[in-house]
């Protein structure tokens, strides 16, 4: 129990009762990760741990629509060529963050991948926010159509489910904070929509 007090994953003394979910937050090298978990914590990043399997995990506690939520940020960092380490960092997610660069389309295009990668290592569907991140700088290399077939695709995934889900993206900029807290309010409450409609 202490190392894992040690992670900031858990800690015994506390008696928070709310929701507690895993987000794995990934994308393509460079899109800005990191940058935007630092902007999320006010670049304080306490609670952060660089464990020697290459991922940063953090603890991002915030309230929305009266819940508190503690949301376990998982960022890998490199190393994704391992499965173990794949395996591992995927494991229990509970919903994720699909990050790309608006000035790089090929890290648009990696979406996919992305997600696959994701739903396989998971093993089922879960929840996510697709984040075009960069938004300060004016180029945007995604054309607008682009973006909205791919959402399109994205939610007629879910529609085979029959898991009433709407996939939702966002333009964010981690270096003037523009949509960053905003991204985790619009995850938490697709991940409450999420588990609602899959109980009834
Ligand atoms: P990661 O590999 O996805 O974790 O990407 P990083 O967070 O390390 O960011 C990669 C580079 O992009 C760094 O030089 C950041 O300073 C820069 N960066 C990240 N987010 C933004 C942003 O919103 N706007 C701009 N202009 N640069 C950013
Ligand atoms: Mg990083």
Known sequence: MKWLTILGISSIRSNYEGPRYKIAVIGDGGVGKTALIERV????????????????????????????????????????????????????????????????????????????????NVGRKIPYIIVGNKNDLEQNDIPEDLLENYLEKCNSEFDTEKIMFETISITTSALSGENVKETFDLLASSIRSFIDNQNL
């Open 41 to 120: 914590h006010g670049h304080r990043f306490q609670a952060t741990y660089n464990i020697t399997i290459g991922a940063n995990i953090s603890v991002y506690d915030f309230s929305h629509n009266e819940i508190e939520y503690k949301f376990q940020l998982w960022d890998l960092a490199g190393q994704q060529r391992f499965d173990a380490v794949r395996k591992m960092f995927y494991r229990g997610c509970h919903a994720a963050v699909l990050v790309f660069d608006q000035t790089r389309q090929e890290s648009f295009n990696s979406l996919e991948r992305w997600k696959r990668e994701l739903f396989s």
